[in-house]
Every structure is written in C-alpha cells, then in structure tokens.
C-alpha cells in the first residue's frame, strides 16, 4: 500500500528567495521548443 503524501513545508530565508528567482527566470529557447513540443503531444494523446 503506497503512503500518504505530506504537507508541502513553506520555505523561509534563502532557500524562498532562490525558489521565486528559479520561478521567475524567463524562458530559455530550449525551454520554449520544449514547452511547444509537449503542448502539441499533450492536445493529441489527451
């Protein structure tokens, strides 16, 4: 039997200010082909 998922622990300090700036990175053109790509699969097979 699979176990339960835990609460998501709120980060703090550092470690909250590294993750905004990871989120809030502009795209990468290798990103963007990906993002793209995947977009078209996921309206095909879904």
């Known amino acids: ?3 339960p998922i ?3 622990p ?3 300090g550092e ?3 590294r993750f905004l700036n990871k989120m ?3 795209l990468t053109d290798k ?3 990906f993002k793209k790509r995947f ?3 996921r ?3 879904f």
Request: glycine share 4%.
């Open 1 to 3: 039997m699979a176990k």
């Open 6 to 8: 835990g609460d998501t």
């Open 10 to 12: 709120t980060l703090y």
């Open 15 to 17: 470690d909250a200010a």
């Open 24 to 26: 809030n990175k502009p």
């Open 31 to 33: 990103d963007k082909q």
């Open 39 to 41: 977009d078209a699969v």
């Open 43 to 45: 309206k095909v097979s």
